[in-house]
């Protein structure tokens, strides 16, 4: 990546940041404004292995790490195999499961192989570096975790922090709140081995990011910083980064690449200019004519069009944003003829799918029933003849009509639509 001059004026990324609404809190503005203008700056952010794939709320760190790169920065990927086997109570109302070592271990890989996607490890001035903190709580002993560190927090201090505190009706057990100790002394341990002097993290993380500096204070590490992202709200009040059918990860085999596009398509209107300075590098001259086409033209959805472009291009390549696009116009036309497998396949997956065995043909009227498009015969034969029903996207008016091999995509699959958007896929063994 090529690194932007800061020291003549060129860039000024904290202004950058806040323009698109990224940062929520920070330490001593001033103080890291002048550092980022002098030198390169070491920064990193942490992730825990607590499943097998990171999902979009993940993306703002994420994008954070990668904004800061561009300007010439290093940043640090930190995966959690130590803190991951611990569990973080911040934002959590209960206690999370705890999850073997070989788990832990094979999720970390996951996530490692996942930040590869965003930052740049290449060996170069400003290449970013991915660690796990297993490296060094692993080996640590309880004797050295309690003087060495241990000592340096009061649990008076602790219990004031609010991962802790909201935590404290419902109970928590020593492990999680010994959580926050862990998490600080990653921060040491970055300064004093990576020079590593600004952490950056969900909002809900400033607990533990302060307890961080406060540690670094007291054993002599120097000057540092922090920094947090907002959490991300949608106008609705709905939580952001679910759907129907569940969260929306960054794992294609767990979220595709269709759903993970429709997802940002279907933005609101009141958060797509939000999200496009959230997620994506569009600079101010090309969000601002989307904002302006938004209030002159809503219906038109272009600058939904565009965020959901710019996020699966970044999270999953340009090849699926053209994939993506080609599903969604078959679907929205009806005519799905023109899919590969795999593209009807991801197309389809969240809807109704009828296995069927051998028949050489059927009645479409059967069809209609067995997959449930119709609930009885007789309202079978009246989508039929009012013209609701689609085979493959061609209408089908004829109440005798057979479905044979000829209505068999890619040998195997005939797809049924009632209406405009009821898609049923019929799948022949």
Known sequence: MTAINEAKGTYDLLEE????GLIHQMTNREG???????????????????????????????????????AGHNPIALVGGGTGMIGDPSGRSTERSLNTTDTVAGWTNRLKDQLSRFLDFTPDANSAKLVSNYEWLGPMDIITFLRDIGKNFTVN?????????SRLANGISFTEFSYMILQSYDFYKLLTDHNCTLQVGGSDQWGNI??????????????????????????????????ESGAIWLDR?????????????????????????????????????LEAELAERPEKRVAQRELARQVTGLVHGEEAVVSAEKITQALFSGDVTQLSESEL??????????VISGHEET???????????????????EDIEKGAVYVNGERQQNVNFVVTKEQRLHDKYTVLRRGKKNYYLVKFE
């Open 253 to 289: 085999s767990k979220t595709s690449v269709y759903a993970f596009y429709q997802f940002w398509i279907n933005t609101d209107d009141n958060d797509v200019i939000k999200f496009l300075k959230y997620f994506t590098y569009l600079d101010r001259a090309q969000i601002a004519e």
């Open 32 to 70: 890291l404004q002048e550092k980022l203008g002098k030198e390169r700056v070491v920064l990193y952010c942490g992730f825990d292995p607590t499943a097998d794939s990171l999902h979009i709320g993940h993306l703002l760190p994420i994008l954070i790490l990668r904004h800061f790169q561009r």
């Open 345 to 354: 396949v991801e197309a389809l997956q969240d809807m109704p799918t009828t």
């Open 210 to 243: 302060t307890a961080g500096l406060d540690l670094i204070g007291k054993m002599g590490g120097g000057d540092a910083y922090g920094m947090t992202v907002p959490l991300v709200t949608k106008s609705d009040g709905k939580k952001f980064g679910k759907s």
């Open 363 to 381: 009645a479409l009227l059967d069809l209609l029933i067995e997959t449930k498009a119709s609930p009885s015969k007789r309202q079978a034969r």
């Open 157 to 165: 201090y602790m219990l004031a922090k609010d991962s802790v505190d």
């Open 17 to 20: 940041l806040e323009y698109r």
